[in-house]
């Protein structure tokens, strides 16, 4: 761990209580994001406990994944493994993955169809709600052994967590007391959410899964971070998909934990006026694709928008680029390292020429696509530097010391948005 | 475990000489990607063909999806374009290897169909060699003006975790 900005000796928390309080944030202020909060520990521990743990609702799965009584998926909330499951009267349940007597974690495969979980150990048995409903040798043999008359099955479920739905999306929490997901995501996502997930059904096209070795809050600033997406993704500017001058904004809820970046696709002939050229060393200008298919947007939404990623607050991404549709859920595995799900999918109804053009365009997408996998490189070029250099702190500046939304993709506000949020949760 | 790749009776010899003309078919397919030369692998390639390169999750729930998705030579064209032109990724050593080749079955049409293990390993800057796809080919195989060329390439990887990002075909 690097970083500590200030001795053990100087903290003066109770033995019993771990607090990371020792640190101390850059004077500079929201401008400077210092590199403890990307490798700490103790950050991270506490990050577990009072955001994914805490009052947040995590995304698990969409609907469509577990169409009919007894469909179950495995799923995380932060790292802690969880069950999607839906009950013989639909309705959706979300428990840890983990047996109430020893353990273990029983449910292995990814998805599947049960009548009810069964821990291979010692045969607990749960129903799909999670509810214990047998322990063998409960009485014991012959009236020897067996569990003391106080056991109570009752006592001993799998824990359940709060769940709720939007259009199909499923989310759930730790906490049993949560804001609706309508206030917690804000109108100002809300619109956005909801051209998205506008209440077709969904169909499911397929998963991706990767890990990317860096701090999982990189992906959010990364999203959060619209200067990066015509410097980094040379693709972008050189076959016409985002130039600056595009109509475009970078949007944040009230909190700042959750963001939207939004662009519309220009028209055809629309060209890089030769100041930004100068300013893009990436740009190629005489580069022309062989099948531009991939760039074609088939409007579908009720949306200002041909590209909508949206940043929830604290584990998904909501990908809509152009007719690539996906949804990206965040695993933290410590601080150095997350897991990637990405379950792509479509709508109910799509011809079997729609299905094949989001195929096409998902190239763009993904640990493999021509953006997604600079992505995955970039952050982790990040993480290495923070990890093995000098203690040191991000430059967070472009745009002065704004925060919240922005129509200019030259601005770095809504990362600060974010942090203004997370010192307040974290408390440093 | 992809549809459509069941095996029928092959008379043993054609398909030993169709192994070994797949297999260096594989060894010089696997040379150009190991070798960068990214433009050269299209042309393994008919005008028509589907490259996808798949989970094995995704395989056997016939999900459709492609980590990569290529309809046509076009689309190859292009990825081949976008990764020597306007990709950032760092620099790295990669090894394809390809091995236990069976012929599945040869159609009337002279179509060949085929299947193989491939492994990629992959080098970065100060880092140890990992093992960066353990996967099997589903192909099939056109021959045009006498040499064969594949029409589909299905990469369907058991390793479902995929270190960080995968640049380069398999």
Redesign the interface.
């Known amino acids: 761990m690097r970083g500590v900005a200030m001795p053990d000796s100087a903290r003066n928390e109770p033995a019993s209580e771990p607090s990371p309080l020792g640190y101390i944030w850059p004077e500079e202020g929201l401008s400077r994001i210092p590199d403890w909060v990307y490798t700490s520990d103790e950050i991270y521990a506490r990050e577990i406990e009072r955001i994914f743990h805490g009052r947040s609702w995590n995304y698990v799965a969409l609907a469509a994944e577990i169409p009919r009584p007894g469909d179950f998926k495995r799923s995380f909330v932060g790292p802690t493994p969880v069950v999607v499951a839906r009950g013989q009267d639909g309705s959706i349940h979300v428990f840890e993955n983990r047996c109430a007597h020893r353990g273990a974690e029983l449910c292995r495969p ?2 599947g169809t049960a009548k009810e979980f069964v821990c291979p150990y010692h045969q607990w048995t749960y129903d799909l709600a999670g509810n214990l409903i047998g322990v063998p040798f409960r009485r014991g043999v012959k009236g020897q052994g067996g569990m003391p008359s106080s056991f109570k099955l009752a006592d001993h479920g799998l824990a359940q967590l709060a769940v709720t739905t939007r259009n199909g999306v499923v989310f759930a929490s730790f906490a049993h007391d949560m804001e609706p997901l309508e206030d917690y995501l804000g109108p100002e996502i809300l619109t956005d959410f909801d051209a998205t997930f506008d209440g077709r059904p969904l169909t ?10 860096a701090n999982w809050k990189m992906y959010h600033e990364n999203l959060k971070d619209p200067y990066h997406a015509t410097l ?1 993704h ?2 972008l500017v ?1 076959f016409g998909l985002m130039v600056a001058g595009n109509k475009s904004a970078m949007i944040a809820d009230r909190t700042g934990r959750h963001g939207t970046m939004a662009s519309a696709k220009g028209e055809e002939g629309v060209t890089v006026d030769p100041a930004s050229k100068g300013e893009m060393r ?1 740009f ?1 200008e005489n ?1 022309k ?3 531009p298919r ?1 760039l074609d947007y088939v409007k579908e939404f009720d949306s200002p928008w041909s590209v909508t990623m949206q940043t929830i607050w604290p584990n998904l991404i909501v990908q809509r680029e152009l007719n690539t549709l996906g949804t990206r859920q965040i695993v933290p595995n410590g601080p150095n390292e997350f ?1 990637m799900i990405w379950t ?1 999918f479509g709508y109910e109804g799509d011809s079997a020429e729609m ?2 053009h989001r ?2 365009q ?2 763009l997408m ?3 696509g ?1 953006l ?3 992505d ?3 952050l ?2 990040v993480q290495d530097g923070l990890r093995k250099s000098r203690a040191g702190a991000a430059v967070v500046e472009l745009g002065g010391i704004a925060e919240g939304s922005s129509s200019s993709l030259i601005t770095e506000a809504a990362i600060r948005s974010l942090y203004r949020y997370w010192r307040d949760v974290i408390g440093v | 475990m992809l549809a459509g790749f069941a095996r029928s009776a092959v008379d043993p010899r054609l398909a030993r000489d169709l192994r070994l003309e797949i297999e260096e078919f594989n060894t010089e397919y696997c040379a150009a990607l190991d070798e960068n030369r990214i433009a050269d692998w299209p042309e393994f390639f008919t005008e028509d063909a589907i490259y996808r390169i798949t989970a094995r999750e995704n395989a056997e729930s016939d999900l459709p999806v492609g980590l990569v998705y290529c309809e046509g030579k076009g689309m190859l064209r292009d990825r081949a374009t976008a990764i020597a032109k306007t990709a950032m990724f760092a620099p790295r050593y990669l090894q394809h290897h390809v091995g236990n080749l069976r012929i599945l079955a040869l159609g009337a049409d002279g179509i060949v169909s085929a299947q193989a293990n491939y492994l990629v390993l992959q080098t970065l800057v100060d880092e140890r060699t990992t093992l960066h796809q353990a996967g099997r080919y589903f192909d099939r195989f056109a021959r045009e003006a006498g040499r064969l060329l594949l029409r589909e390439r299905h990469c369907v990887y058991d390793t479902l975790l995929l270190d960080n990002s995968l640049v380069m075909p398999v």
């Open positions: 990814y998805r499911i096209l397929g998963y991706y899964r990767n890990t990317v070795p980094l040379a693709y050189t990436a190629h580069l694709l062989a099948d991939i897991t792509m299905v094949r195929l096409r998902g190239n993904g640990p493999a021509f997604g996998l600079e995955n490189e970039a982790k070029f």
